[in-house]
């Protein structure tokens, strides 16, 4: 057993939107610009109920995945596959872009509460331009699982023998919630040829001799385990995990390529009307 160390702590950078909702985000910044293939974090929320998010009206996606976790309040959306729903809380929507989607997303509060995770995951050059596709589950299609004092909700990849809702073959993500009591404790087997970090966004959480406090992500280093004990008043935090591309990232906006080509490629396309190219079915509950 080789325990997983932090290889490097990134604070979180708000960054205003809306009338005063808060979007930390953490990786897409300039201490951790990527960290192959994830792209983008950003978690979001309030708890003012005079504060709103204006959201996100209608715009485009190419060359990778977007992944919106809800916890509190919920999403209206719609996109350009013919999918639209309002996504509930506690439950997660995984949309492969690819060869590009038009979307909007719409976050709103439910009793004054909304907050949310937005993750972006790189594809590898074979599946940019793909056709897109779409998974979307309730809460109550996410496994939970107790385990020794932590209760982990598997949203993606398998967890002490479960397999989590959201299949994501291109980089086989691994990403878990995970909520511990005070001083409780958690861990789980993390191989090696993943990257991996853990945010924490409630509590405080000690992994590897550090604290992490709320709004800090941790990028783990090499090593087949990952231990993570709650501080005193006890935690919560995703842990998510993915094989690396190893590709050259070209991103502009909401197009992410292999090459300046392709991104101003995608510009045309949009400007065109030939970004989306393809219909996808719906898969989930
Ligand atoms: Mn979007």
Redesign the pocket.
């Given at each position: 057993m080789n325990l997983r160390t932090i290889r490097q702590r990134v604070p979180a950078f708000e960054v205003t939107e809306g009338a005063g909702v808060t979007v930390h985000r953490s990786i897409g910044t300039p201490a951790l610009k990527h960290l192959d293939p994830f792209l983008m974090l950003d978690h979001f929320g309030s708890d003012n109920p005079d504060e709103y998010i204006a959201g996100?009206p209608e715009?485009p996606?190419r060359g990778f995945i977007?992944f919106t976790y809800m916890l509190d309040g919920h999403m209206e959306h719609r996109d350009s596959m013919g999918n639209r729903g309002d996504l509930q809380a506690g439950g997660a929507q995984w949309m492969k872009a690819a060869s590009g989607v038009i979307?909007s997303?719409m976050p709103k509060q439910t009793d004054g509460l909304m907050r949310g995770f937005q993750l972006w995951i790189n594809l590898p050059a074979r599946d940019k331009l793909s056709d897109p596709a779409y998974q979307e589950f309730s809460a109550a299609a996410i496994p939970e699982v107790a385990h020794e004092g932590a209760r982990v909700r598997v949203l993606a990849g398998a967890f002490a023998g479960v397999r989590g809702a959201i299949e994501d073959p291109a980089t086989d993500v691994l990403y878990l919630d995970v909520a511990l009591a005070p001083g409780g404790r958690f861990d789980a087997p993390l191989a090696d040829e993943r990257n991996a970090f853990v945010y924490v966004f409630e509590g405080s959480a000690r992994l590897a001799g550090e604290t992490l406090p709320r709004h800090t992500l941790a990028v783990l280093g090499e090593g087949d385990e990952v231990q993570i004990e709650a501080g005193g008043d006890g935690a919560r935090l995703i842990l998510v995990a993915g094989r690396p591309i190893g590709e050259p990232v070209v991103q502009h906006g909401?197009f992410v390529m292999n090459t300046r080509e392709e991104i101003e490629q995608a510009f045309a396309d949009y400007r065109d009307g030939r970004l989306v190219r393809t219909r996808a079915a719906m898969t989930g509950h």
């Open positions: 996100f715009h996606h977007t979307h997303e909401p």
